[in-house]
């Protein structure tokens, strides 16, 4: 790991003008993702900017939903009876990321970020059209099994590796920037992360002088009834070879609104919208999930070792909504 | 001079106001001011005014506190916890496994916590109780997590034991140690080449069951 100095902010425009300072400088919240990544040489940085003080903290129910500080960990967020209750499959979501030592590490905003697994990424030995634009791809007919179906581009196949990022895109969550001059926007998370494109290297929304200061998540029926499954090489602790994000509102057997997100086939967290209206108005059926699911691959790119993810997502989805209409 | 890193995340209620990007921060640093304001006056007022952003760079010295004792290392702002414990400290029984948070080898608790200390800085934990697998022994006695693993034979070569003690304590006092599945889930951050599971996962239920 290359060395660096480190210099902890007491308030988010100091931060943000040590950023403006030092263009190259991190910010550094549990570290997980970015120590990783450092010491890999995949990333270097001159400074760490520790946000750890920053205010950007609480788990709080607010008039129209769900607000989660910026600096929360996912262990918090995961075990908090609010989230657990009313929005399950964020809950669901975070418990089944990572490892409970990196839970208690991990801040949300922090992995809302969280860069790729592709292996081609992680090796500086390789080119990489993120990691070094216009290097090229090896992905695209090499080792390309854990890589996306959907999304993808002749310059970048990589997955978005989240969870969270998944049930959150589901459930409409609005993530809070603030720039250095103290002004907030809101952002819906379906435009937070961007398609790679011809510029894989550009991942978020996010600018340089930004920071995030929470996410928010409306109240909803769909969210109270909301569930997480992710299929995984092992049992436990392993990123997901396809995971899916479902929440429905159902009277009377009939669907009123239907939320949908798959995770590990995307090149960002992927919402089904068109699949989603294809469940609206019908009957709660398996049939009626089985065409759902299969309008939320259409399009689908599968490479050479990455074709079983097409049926893996369309079972994985029906499972979700399955075991939601037996909870 | 050196942050105080003290009361972070865990201490913070949750309860701030909303987008208070401004309000606690202004208090917080407010405060720090008027606390600078009566130090002796030959402090310029730039430099109290850049008292909050002190930078740590090269080597420089840092204070942890392990097993409920504090301990000076001068050491550089990129040198990782586990490393400070191994290195710095000679508190060796931390394991380096993977180094990059996939193998749970270097668990150690920070205020109670069970994290990887391969993936956090020694600067970012200064002011925070870090225990190891040296602090848990009283003495001579055992800790029941250390006399679990040895009457359930919790190990072979016993390269990821350190961790695997310092998470099974954790995942007991977190209450996620009430069924042999809950355990399997809540002990998957640790791994044994060895596979030596099925006795790890009796000797934490044992002690969950004693708790």
Same mark, same amino acid.
Request: aromatic share 4%.
């Given at each position: ?161 989240? !969870?969270? @990022?998944?049930?959150?895109? #589901? /459930?409409?969550?609005?993530? *809070?920037?603030?720039?250095?001059? %103290?002004? $907030?926007? +809101? ?45 995984? !090489?092992? @049992?436990?602790?392993?990123? #997901? /070879?396809?995971?899916?994000? *479902?929440?429905?509102?159902?009277? %009377?057997? $009939?669907? +009123? ?71 | ?211």
């Amino acid at each position: 790991m290359n060395n660096f100095s480190y210099t902890p902010a007491a308030t988010a425009k100091e931060a943000l003008g040590l950023r403006k300072d030092t263009k190259e400088a991190a910010f550094i919240a549990g570290g997980t993702t970015l120590l990783d990544l450092m010491k890999a040489n995949v990333e270097a940085h001159p400074q760490l900017i520790d946000i750890n003080q920053l205010p950007f903290k609480g788990i709080q129910e607010t008039a129209d939903g769900l607000r989660i500080g910026a600096l929360e960990r996912m262990s918090d967020v995961g075990e908090n009876a609010l989230v657990m209750q009313q929005y399950p499959v964020i809950a669901e979501a975070l418990l089944l990321s990572a490892s409970p030592q990196l839970r208690n590490m991990a801040s949300i905003g922090g992995n809302l970020l969280q860069r790729t697994r592709c292996g081609y990424f992680r090796d500086p030995a390789f080119p990489c059209n993120k990691r070094n634009p216009g290097s090229g791809c090896p992905a695209q007919v090499g080792d390309n099994r854990n890589l996306a179906i959907l999304g993808t581009s002749e310059a970048c196949i990589a997955t978005n590796p989240g !969870d969270l @990022a998944v049930a959150l895109v #589901a /459930l409409d969550a609005v993530v *809070v920037l603030e720039n250095a001059k %103290g002004k $907030q926007r +809101r952002v819906p998370l379906l435009d937070f992360h961007l398609l790679p494109g011809t510029t894989p290297q550009r991942e978020t929304i996010l600018e340089p002088d930004e920071l995030i200061v929470a996410v928010t998540v409306p109240a909803a029926a769909h969210a109270r009834k909301s569930h997480y499954v992710k299929v995984r !090489d092992r @049992a436990s602790y392993a990123f #997901a /070879l396809v995971s899916a994000a *479902v929440g429905l509102e159902v009277q %009377g057997g $009939q669907i +009123r609104s239907a939320r949908l997100a798959l995770g590990g086939v995307g090149t960002k967290p992927w919402r089904a919208l068109e699949a989603e209206k294809m469940l609206v108005g019908r009957a709660a059926t398996e049939e009626t999930f089985r065409t759902a699911a299969a309008a939320a691959v259409r399009g689908a790119q599968p490479r050479e070792h990455n074709r079983f993810k097409v049926e893996m997502a369309q079972k994985t989805l029906v499972q979700a909504l399955q075991e939601l209409m037996a909870s | 001079m050196n942050l105080d890193t003290k009361g972070d995340a865990a201490g913070t209620p949750h309860n701030s106001a909303p987008e208070d990007g401004t309000r606690r921060s202004f208090i917080k640093q407010a405060g720090g001011i008027l606390g600078l304001a009566l130090a002796p006056p030959l402090i310029s007022q730039a430099e109290r005014l850049t008292a909050f952003s002190k930078t740590v760079e090269g080597v420089s010295t840092m204070t942890l506190k392990v097993n409920g004792t504090a301990r000076t290392i001068q050491a550089e702002p990129r040198v990782s916890l586990l490393d400070a414990l191994r290195e710095y400290l000679d508190l060796t029984g931390t394991k380096k496994g993977c180094d990059h948070g996939q193998c749970g080898a270097c668990t150690v608790l920070v205020e109670g916590r069970r994290i990887n200390s391969c993936l956090t800085l020694a600067v970012m934990n200064q002011g925070k109780e870090i225990t190891t697998i040296e602090g848990l022994a009283k003495g001579e006695e055992l800790h029941p997590m250390q006399q679990a693993f040895l009457k359930h034979d919790g190990l072979q070569c016993g390269y990821c034991t350190p961790g695997q003690i310092l998470s099974g304590v954790a995942c007991v006092q977190e209450g996620h140690a009430t069924t042999d599945d809950q355990v399997r889930e809540w002990m998957s951050g640790n791994l044994c080449r060895c596979g030596a599971y099925p006795n790890i996962v009796a000797a934490v239920r044992e002690v969950a069951g004693k708790a």
